[in-house]
């Protein structure tokens, strides 16, 4: 089972792959941005490149126990996407970088890493666990112990 809500295994491979990334916590930003059914594929992974460094360094401190601030990733009026920190902005709709809005951002929709890092984990974590405890009946190796 996928800890990802809206992509499948083929997809995630595709984002790596254009992404050119390992970090699952990567991979969780799309499959976020993807479910709120705003951005085209091309349009997430511009994103995700375009955040890729600060993504996989949020990440790494948090893998080595550092104190990190709140951080999120925030679209902005769904066309101009921020991350704690930057003090630029992915137009989605040219794929330019901007230093400034073209107008007030009335919709702001945010995700917060640190708990989209922790939801990826209690996922996995879930998954893997249930996958340990199928249940046994109907296998070959417990065929006829009801008898």
């Not at 993504?55 to 066309?79: H, K, N, W, Y």
């Not at 101009?80 to 040219?94: A, L, N, P, R």
Request: net charge negative.
């Amino acid at each position: 089972m996928s800890p990802f809500v809206i992509l499948d295994e083929d997809q995630v491979k595709r984002l790596q792959r254009a992404v050119r990334t390992d970090c699952e916590l990567v991979v969780c930003a799309g499959d976020w941005l993807a479910h709120l059914n705003v951005f085209s594929d091309a349009q997430i992974y511009d994103i995700l490149r375009f955040f890729l460094e600060k993504i996989e360094t949020f990440d790494q401190a948090l893998v080595i126990g550092l104190a990190v601030p709140p951080t999120m990733l925030v679209v902005c009026d769904s066309r101009w996407v921020s991350f704690s920190g930057s003090e630029e902005f992915w137009d989605t709709k040219t794929s330019e970088v901007t230093g400034k809005l073209g107008e007030y951002a009335l919709t702001h929709i945010m995700c917060d890493m640190r708990v989209l890092r922790t939801r990826l984990q209690y996922r996995q974590g879930r998954f893997n666990h249930a996958s340990q405890e199928q249940p046994s009946e109907g296998t070959a190796e417990h065929a006829g112990e009801d008898s």
